[in-house]
């Protein structure tokens, strides 16, 4: 996120894209088969949003690296850069620049989200200087990054029903809640705290905070603050099964404005939203 809170951008590297209707179609279920660059720019105007999958052969990794299809990343042992090509989808346009995040410290271990350990989560670098340079659109600025890994043994869908979550600058330092709801029914409620260096701090746990939900798909996005109290900024993102949104509320002691995402994979295993994917996630022929 820029510092003045105006502009954001999001990128995921996915080996076994987890939301690639492709993938969820392969009885191979061969995760190399289905690899993905998502990029999704916020701004004033009009967001970007790009998901091509791509095959096996678009492909390459080592220790520090990772390219896939034309966008690549690599770690010198500092810094993390990200250079970006990418199209938007439905309506192509270029994507195109470096992103530099330099991480003042790593957080200790991964958490694991369910009890049979299958899914785990790493809050890497919770709060690192960014900077953004991109040609395509013409965009520059610097701000706050999140690094972040997921790993997992099996389709979200089958160990889940939904999650929230959400991070908060606290300048130094970031606040992390995570709260899922697994396919069995019991929860567990992540309230993390780390300092710039990635020095975990103790905080006390929020309590639930209602949201309205969103404008168009009507996706619930419960969140929680220290008073109970949060509002809504800006809906980012309104899809079948996924919201992000830029919150106002209460952590630590302190007015934050978090980013929030709530996931539903209920909804995301329908049939009917799974159809409807490929108009934002293409896969060019033979990729």
Request: charged share 20%; with cysteine; proline share 9%.
């Amino acid at each position: 996120m820029s510092e003045d809170g105006t502009q954001g951008l999001t990128v995921i590297a996915f080996i076994g894209s987890v939301f690639s209707p492709y993938y969820a179609w392969d009885t191979s279920r061969d995760p190399f088969a289905h690899c993905a660059v998502n990029v999704v720019l916020y701004g004033e105007g009009r967001n970007s949003f790009c998901m091509t999958e791509r095959g096996a052969k678009s492909l390459s990794r080592d220790a520090r690296s990772i390219r896939i299809g034309p966008s690549a990343m690599a770690w010198d042992g500092t810094s993390l850069t990200i250079r970006l090509d990418e199209v938007t989808a439905p309506i192509p346009s270029p994507v195109r620049g470096t992103i530099t995040v330099r991480p003042g410290g790593i957080t200790q271990a991964p958490q694991t989200l369910d009890a049979a350990g299958r899914h785990r989560w790493w809050p890497m670098a919770p709060a690192s200087p960014v900077t953004v340079a991109l040609s395509e659109p013409a965009v520059n600025w610097s701000g706050t990054a999140y690094f972040d890994t997921n790993h997992g043994d099996e389709p979200l869908e089958d160990a889940f029903s939904r999650w929230t979550w959400c991070r908060a600058d606290l300048k130094p330092g970031a606040a992390i809640l995570y709260d899922v709801v697994r396919r069995d029914g019991t929860t567990q409620n992540l309230t993390l705290r780390f300092d710039a260096d990635g020095t975990a701090r103790e905080i006390a746990p929020p309590v639930a905070a209602e949201l309205p939900k969103t404008g168009f798909w009507r996706m619930p996005r419960p969140t929680r603050s220290d008073d109970g109290r949060a509002s809504v900024v800006r809906t980012f993102e309104d899809t079948p099964f996924y919201a992000r949104s830029l919150l106002s509320s209460t952590l630590c002691g302190r007015p934050v404005n978090p980013v929030h995402e709530s996931l539903s994979l209920d909804r995301f295993k329908n049939p009917l939203v799974r159809l409807m994917l490929p108009f934002r996630m293409p896969r060019p022929f033979g990729g």
